[in-house]
């Protein structure tokens, strides 16, 4: 009876405990356990430790655990400090893991070392997440904020002539993108559901031509610092609306354009344009010249981290901006380039339609 309670209390715990005796012989091997792991009992007791220990750490596991026998009367208990590791799943998975191990002896010749395991491989993943979704959103408030400091400078360098309307347009953009770059603060949680596939899209009706015009107007300043001009070609016969989340695809647009007008030659173009494709979907191209995207480049151009020519580019534009046309709105982004300079193309459509 008190056997059956004891494997019950074993068997509850939310950590995999496993218990060796002098011999190595695996004792308890509780319900975590075996579910971390993969293996039942009778299997582990057949295979040994080795079996969770990936390869590459197996003689390091031996020598330290030879090097803590040869010293065990000199140990009465001992529980070691939380430390982190892999270990290696019966599928071949490794994944990493936090343990503690703990001495219960009863002689110099009976001893028992129990290690406490916990999978903390959502941890991991969730930190790497937050880690990549802090820096997309400091890339993207950066863009609102060199938008704002470029207007507030024209503003300030405004000439008499129409000096009234240019003021208000200047003093307009930085209102504008003002309140944009508080969204994207309060956004990050946002992105965090969204690499992970759980973010709601908030859906309302969008005005694409305006939109394009407004992003196309509010990164002007940016452009005009540079030399570059921006032009957006509406070239549709029709109104084109969507039923998008504004503010993500405000985000995505404004990536793909900026990267555009860092591209770009001095005193060359930035085109925009806007046509429909054999279905009636809308069809926006973003053109610029320069020189063509290194293949190796190519190939990794929506990867986290991946960026080419610029001195301050943290490489999480492209793959922002392809989570949320793709992930979020099912819609399709391909781009090209050679000599001719580089067309990033976006089909406001999902593939099946």
Not at 74 to 101: C, M, N, W
Not at 131 to 157: E, F, G, Q
Not at 231 to 241: A, G, I, K
Request: net charge negative; hydrophobic share 40%.
């Amino acid at each position: 009876m008190a056997h059956l309670f004891f494997e019950e209390i074993v068997d509850s715990v939310s950590d995999a405990l496993i218990t060796v005796d002098q011999n190595k012989r695996i004792i308890i091997w509780n319900r975590m356990a075996k579910d971390m792991f993969g293996y039942d009992k009778a299997e582990i007791q057949e295979m040994g430790l080795d079996a969770i220990i990936p390869p590459a750490y197996r003689q390091r596991h031996c020598e330290g655990y030879d090097r803590f026998i040869h010293t065990i009367d000199a140990h009465d208990s001992y529980v070691s400090d939380i430390r982190q590791f892999e270990a290696l799943r019966k599928s071949g998975e490794l994944f990493p893991v936090e343990l503690t191990h703990s001495l219960l002896k009863v002689s110099n010749q009976e001893f028992y070392i129990t290690a406490t395991v916990r999978d903390i491989s959502l941890r991991k993943r969730y930190e790497i997440m937050r880690d990549r979704v802090d820096r997309i959103a400091r890339h993207d408030l950066k863009n609102k904020l060199v938008i704002i400091s470029l207007a507030a400078k024209r503003l300030t360098a405004t000439p008499g002539r129409d000096r009234e309307a240019q003021l208000a347009k200047y003093a307009e953009i930085i209102q504008s993108e003002s309140k944009s770059a508080i969204e994207v603060l309060n956004s990050t949680r946002e992105l965090i559901l969204l690499e992970t596939g759980e973010y709601v899209r908030k859906n309302e009706i969008v005005d694409l031509p305006a939109l394009l015009s407004l992003k196309a107007e509010h990164l002007q300043p940016m452009a005009a610092a540079k030399g570059v001009t921006i032009s957006f070609h509406n070239r549709t016969t029709r109104e084109m609306t969507l039923q998008a989340d504004r503010s993500m695809l405000e985000r995505a647009l404004e990536n793909l354009l900026k990267n555009a007008v860092e591209a770009e030659d001095p005193s060359k173009t930035v085109e925009l344009i806007l046509e429909e494709d054999e279905k009636g979907a809308p069809v926006l191209e973003i053109h610029n010249g320069g020189k063509a995207i290194p293949e190796e480049i190519q190939r990794l151009i929506f990867t986290p981290y991946v960026t080419h020519g610029k001195k301050e580019g943290i490489g999480l534009g492209l793959y922002s901006a392809r989570l949320i046309l793709e992930m979020i709105h099912g819609w399709q982004i391909s781009f090209r380039s050679g000599s001719q300079g580089t067309t990033f193309r976006v089909i406001f459509r999902s593939p099946n339609n």
